[in-house]
């Protein structure tokens, strides 16, 4: 059984998702078992606790300074990080221990709509200004540069003309819990190239 943890700074609506898919007693291929955060407030720790899952709220200057992450990962024996919603970018040394297993999920088809910054809401504002006919999500690997790993799935959905950022973003939302667990599933199923 792998050992997954999920790094999340927002409402945690995807590592919900995760949790019941994967936390689900019938499910015998991982679990996620540490729930990290950059933001105390973040709704993710409220999920965590209902599911009686360990968190850890990180400090800036230790996360991008020192291996206190990867220490923390390595004592909680985790093989897969997923990101559900991070908006601080993984540095160098986590990158460099968990090469191909880091995966992110963005709320838009890469590389259109990437980059610092882009997250959650402006995402969606940005896919509207450009008047795109269709968006979706992206499920890809991290590297050391913003949403410019290797994709591993992409799905879509169509923006119609009086569409607001909240209707696409709850047509993307709906695209990520479709589609995340299942995904994540089957790599580590299919063992492609994540090598645990
Ligand atoms: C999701 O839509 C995810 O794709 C996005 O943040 C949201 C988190 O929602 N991630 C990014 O924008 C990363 N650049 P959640 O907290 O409800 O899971």
């Known amino acids: 059984m792998k050992q997954i943890a999920i790094f999340a700074s927002g409402n945690g609506s995807n590592a919900k998702e ?7 007693k019938n499910n015998k291929v991982a679990k996620i078992s540490l729930i990290i955060t950059n933001n105390s407030k973040a709704g993710v720790l409220e999920i965590a606790k209902t599911f009686n899952i360990k ?6 200057e230790e996360f991008y300074n020192t291996d206190s992450t990867i220490n923390i990962l390595s004592e909680n024996h985790i093989d897969l990080i997923l990101l559900g919603g991070f908006l601080w970018l993984i540095p160098q040394n986590i990158i ?14 890469l590389p259109k709509f990437g980059g ?9 504002r940005a896919v ?5 006919k269709e968006t979706g999500i992206t499920i890809h690997f991290v590297n050391e540069e913003y949403d410019k ?7 879509k959905c169509h923006v119609e003309e009086n569409d607001t950022a909240e209707d696409i973003e709850h047509k993307v939302q709906k695209l990520e819990h479709d589609y995340f667990s299942k995904t994540i599933e089957n790599l580590l199923l299919a063992d492609l190239k994540i090598i645990l």
């Open 55 to 60: 968190t850890v709220v990180l400090d800036r």
């Open 96 to 109: 460099k221990q968990y090469r191909d297993r880091i995966i992110n999920i963005h709320p838009a088809l």
């Open 18 to 24: 995760l949790i019941h898919h994967f936390n689900h």
């Open 149 to 155: 790993g290797e994709i591993i799935l992409q799905a």
């Open 116 to 124: 610092k910054g882009m997250h959650g809401m402006n995402v969606h």
């Open 128 to 132: 509207i200004a450009a008047q795109e």
